[in-house]
C-alpha cells in the first residue's frame, strides 16, 4: 500500500537515515514529500547534492586555464584540474567520472575522469534515476535494446545517449520520470518503444 | 460604510463567521512551470502567489554563507491588489518588513544545513488582499518549498487572531484588521508548536494573548489540512495524467 | 565583526550556565539613562543610552497633506537612520531590513497604545500636522530596538508643539508640551540555545538565534510584539516573556 508522506510526519521513533528523512531528538521525520510503501521511502521531488562514491556525469560549463567547470545539475558543480584528464576538453563535453571526496561545502573531488563520445543529453530529477536504471538495471536494457543506443546514466541525473534512436531514447527517459510513481511502467515503455520501433522499420511485430 | 459596531453583532461577525470561523480557504499547488515550486492560496477574497527557486548559486559570491542555504523572502503587493486606487510598483516598507519576518519563519521550517553555499528564493506575490496577506503568503511559501522538493522540519502555517471590542477572533477580514481593536497574525510551526512569526498591533492583556494562542492553534490545524489536501490534489493530478498515457509524448 | 563572532562558542557556553559575558542577570538590563533635549533645534529630542548603545530620537513638526481617508487626522511618522558611526558594518544609503523593522516597531507601540492624540489636528484646509520622529542609531552594542523606543518617548515627552498661523508652522514658537495619553516602553529578549535573556549586547545577539519584542502600556498591557531571528518560541515562553515585560516596565518609566 502505497501512501503519501509530507514534511514533518514522524516515520520512526528511532534515528535512521532515509531519504527524503530528517532525525530531530532521536526520531525519524519525513522532510520532503514523498511515497511510503512498506519500509520504503522514495521523495517524489530532489536536488543532487555530491556524494562520495557516486558515479557522475558533468557537462564542460567553463574553461579555465588549469583545467575545467563541469555542471552537475545540481546546485554544487565540480571541477576537473588539466592534469587529471588526458582528453583536452571544450565547452559542453561530458565526463563520466566518480567522486572521491566531497568537503564540507560540497565541492568535489573527482576521479577517473572519462570523456563521454557526441551524443545527446538530458537533465532529469536525480531522485528518479532508479527508475531509468530498472532492478538489476533492467530497464536500461531495455531502452538500449529497443533504442540500439548506448546509454549512460549519472547519479546526478544526467543522461547521456550515443548512437542508435537517441531521439526515442530520450522521449522514453522523459516519459519513466513523468510516470516514475505509478504501475505498470514497465509495461506501458516497453509497448511504447515496441510501437515507435514497429511505426519506424515498418516491420511486422517484433517479439520478445 | 463600514463601522467598528458593525463588526460584530449577535455573536456574528460581518460576514457572518463565528469568532473561530476561517474564511474560505483554497490551496492549490503545483501551478506554475517554470518555478521549482509553486502555489496559489485563495483566502477569504485574498489571492497571493507563492513560487519557490532553488536552491542556487548566491551571486554576488561574497554573501554566501559556508554553512548553509540562505532564504531570500520576498513578499510584494501588485499594484491592483488593494480596492483603493493603484499603488505603487515594487517594495515598500511594510513590505520589506513583511519579507524579513517570512524569511526568519523559512530559516527555520527549511533544512538549511543540507545546501551550505546556495540561495533559495521564497517569492511571495500578492495579487489580491482582502486583510491578512502576511500569513496567507508564507502558508503559500510553505507549501511551494514543499511542492519543490526542499527539505522541510515542516511546513509552517500562517493565521491570524485579533480583538473585536470585547471579542477575540480569529482569521481576521480587511474591515477587522482596520477598524478592529488588534490584529496579531501568528505563523507556527505544527509539529512542535514553535512560534516562527509573531507580530502585533493594538492593546491586549495576558488573558487576551492566552486566549489568542488556543484559538490560532486550533484554526492552525484547519490550515494544516488544506495545505496536506493541495499536495496529495497536486500529486494524483499528475499521477492521474501519467496513467492517461501522458498524451502528447 | 570576526572577534564578535568568534566569541559565540563562549558566549552559548556561559548562557548555558545562565550566566553572560559581563556578569549580569538574565533578566538584568544594562546602565539605562536618559537626556532630554539633547538636540534643541529639534522640537522635541532625547539621547538614550542602555549600556554602551546610544540613539538620539529628533522630533520635527510640520505641516502636511492628511491620508485621503482621515481627512483631519494628524500624522505620525517613524523613521530609523542606522548611521555608519554607530557600527563598522552600518554603510550609508537606504534603509536595510533591520532599520526599517526597527522604526515600524517602534512605531506600532506608540501609535497602538494612541500615545499620540492625532484626531482633531486639522490646521487648515487639507492641511494637517505632521510629527516625524527620527531615530538615529549612533553607537551600536545591542538592543538597538529598546533603546530607540526609549529615546523616541522621551523626546515625545519633552516636544514642544509649536505654533500654527495661516496653516504654516511657526518655528521656533511654543504653544506647550505634546499631551500624552500614555507611557510606552519596549523590552526585547533574546533566546540563545534555551536560554532566554533580557538586553543583549552586540555580542549576545550575534549569539543568539530568536528575539521577542515586546512594548507595554497602561500598565498592563501589551501593545506591539515582534519576534525576529529564526529560532521558535513556545507558547509558555511566549507567555513567561509577557509577564516579564510587564515587571520591567516599571524600571523603564522610571528613566522617562
Not at chain 3, 56 to 73: M, W, Y
Request: charged content about 25%; aromatic content about 6%; proline content about 4%.
Amino acid at each position: 500500500m502505497k501512501q503519501l508522506v509530507f514534511p514533518g510526519d514522524k516515520v520512526a521513533d528511532d534515528a535512521r537515515r532515509i531519504p527524503g528523512c530528517y532525525v530531530e531528538d532521536g526520531k525519524t521525520y519525513a522532510s520532503n514529500v514523498s511515497l511510503q510503501s512498506d519500509d520504503h521511502i522514495v521523495p517524489l521531488k530532489g536536488y543532487y547534492v555530491p556524494k562520495t562514491g557516486d558515479d557522475i556525469i558533468g557537462i564542460v560549463e567553463e574553461e579555465r586555464f588549469s583545467g575545467y567547470n563541469l555542471e552537475l545539475n545540481s546546485p554544487y558543480g565540480a571541477s576537473l584540474s588539466a592534469r587529471d584528464t588526458r582528453d583536452e576538453l571544450k565547452l559542453r563535453d561530458a565526463i563520466y567520472a566518480k567522486i572521491l571526496a566531497v568537503n564540507e561545502v560540497k565541492e568535489a573531488v573527482l576521479v577517473e575522469p572519462q570523456k563521454l563520445a557526441q551524443g545527446s543529453m538530458i537533465a532529469i530529477d536525480s531522485v528518479k534515476v532508479p527508475r531509468i536504471i530498472g532492478r538489476n538495471g533492467s530497464m536500461l536494457d531495455t531502452l538500449s535494446k529497443f533504442t540500439g543506443s548506448r546509454i549512460t546514466v549519472g547519479k546526478n541525473g544526467v543522461v547521456h545517449v550515443e548512437g542508435g534512436n537517441a531521439e526515442l531514447a530520450i522521449k522514453a527517459v522523459e516519459k519513466i520520470c513523468r510516470e516514475s510513481h505509478t504501475s505498470g511502467l514497465t509495461e506501458r515503455i516497453t509497448k511504447m518503444l515496441e510501437e515507435q520501433t514497429r511505426k519506424m522499420s515498418g516491420q511486422g511485430e517484433q517479439h520478445g | 460604510m463600514v463601522e467598528k459596531a458593525d463588526l460584530f453583532k449577535n455573536g456574528k461577525r460581518l460576514d457572518g463567521r463565528g469568532p473561530k470561523d476561517l474564511r474560505p480557504l483554497k490551496i492549490t499547488a503545483g501551478v506554475l512551470d517554470r518555478a521549482q515550486g509553486s502555489c496559489l492560496i485563495e483566502w477569504g477574497r485574498n489571492k497571493v502567489l507563492a513560487a519557490v527557486y532553488g536552491p542556487h548559486e548566491v551571486l554576488p559570491k561574497h554573501l554566501a554563507d559556508p554553512t548553509k542555504a540562505i532564504i531570500n523572502a520576498r513578499y510584494v503587493m501588485a499594484p491592483f491588489s488593494g480596492q483603493e486606487e493603484h499603488g505603487r510598483s515594487g517594495p515598500n516598507r511594510r513590505s520589506i518588513e513583511i519579507s524579513k519576518v517570512a524569511k526568519h519563519v523559512f530559516e527555520n521550517a527549511v533544512l538549511v544545513d543540507q545546501f551550505p553555499k546556495t540561495m533559495i528564493d521564497v517569492h511571495m506575490e500578492v495579487l489580491q488582499s482582502d486583510g491578512g496577506t502576511r500569513v496567507a503568503g508564507i502558508t503559500a511559501g510553505a507549501v511551494a518549498l514543499a511542492d519543490a522538493g526542499i527539505p522541510l522540519r515542516d511546513m509552517p502555517v500562517g493565521i491570524s487572531c485579533g480583538k473585536i471590542g470585547e471579542h477575540m477572533v480569529v482569521d481576521l477580514d480587511k474591515y477587522e484588521d482596520n477598524l478592529g481593536d488588534s490584529d496579531m497574525p501568528f505563523v507556527i510551526l505544527p509539529r512542535t508548536g514553535e512560534i516562527l512569526l509573531s507580530q502585533m498591533d493594538g492593546m491586549l492583556s495576558r488573558e487576551d494573548i492566552s486566549q489568542a494562542f488556543d484559538m490560532i492553534f486550533e484554526g492552525a490545524q484547519k490550515v494544516r489540512n488544506m495545505q496536506i489536501e493541495a499536495l496529495k490534489t497536486s500529486y494524483e493530478r499528475m499521477a492521474t495524467h501519467a496513467a492517461e498515457g501522458g498524451q502528447n509524448q | 565583526m570576526i572577534l564578535e563572532q568568534i566569541k559565540q562558542g563562549f558566549i552559548r557556553e556561559l548562557a548555558e550556565k545562565a550566566q553572560r559575558e559581563d556578569g549580569r542577570g538574565l533578566l538584568d538590563y544594562r546602565t539605562i539613562s536618559v537626556q532630554k533635549g539633547f538636540a534643541p533645534n529639534a522640537e522635541g529630542s532625547a539621547l538614550a543610552q542602555i549600556g554602551k548603545s546610544k540613539v538620539l530620537s529628533g522630533i520635527k513638526f510640520d505641516v502636511l497633506a492628511p491620508f485621503a481617508d482621515r481627512p483631519t487626522e494628524g500624522v505620525v511618522m517613524v523613521n530609523a537612520e542606522f548611521s555608519p558611526v554607530a557600527h563598522p558594518e552600518f554603510r550609508a544609503g537606504p534603509p536595510g531590513e533591520n532599520s526599517i523593522e526597527l522604526a515600524r516597531v517602534v512605531d506600532r507601540g506608540i501609535r497602538s497604545a494612541k500615545v499620540v492624540n492625532v484626531d482633531n489636528m486639522l490646521v487648515s484646509e487639507g492641511k494637517v500636522q505632521g510629527i516625524f520622529i527620527d531615530l538615529y542609531i549612533l553607537d551600536h552594542d545591542g538592543n538597538l530596538i529598546d533603546t530607540a523606543a526609549l529615546a523616541a518617548m522621551a523626546a515625545l515627552k519633552d516636544a514642544k508643539v509649536p505654533k500654527f498661523e495661516d496653516g504654516k508652522i511657526v518655528r521656533g514658537s511654543n504653544a506647550g508640551s505634546l499631551p500624552l495619553k500614555d507611557i510606552v516602553v519596549s523590552t526585547s529578549f533574546e533566546k540563545i540555545g534555551k536560554t532566554i535573556m533580557v538586553d543583549a549586547t552586540d555580542a549576545e545577539e550575534i549569539a543568539s538565534s530568536g528575539r521577542l519584542s515586546l512594548s507595554t502600556a497602561n500598565d498592563s498591557l501589551i501593545c506591539s510584539s515582534q519576534k525576529s531571528g529564526s529560532a521558535g518560541f513556545s507558547k509558555d515562553e511566549y507567555m513567561q516573556m509577557v509577564e516579564w515585560a510587564m515587571q520591567k516596565r516599571k524600571d523603564l518609566l522610571a528613566k522617562i
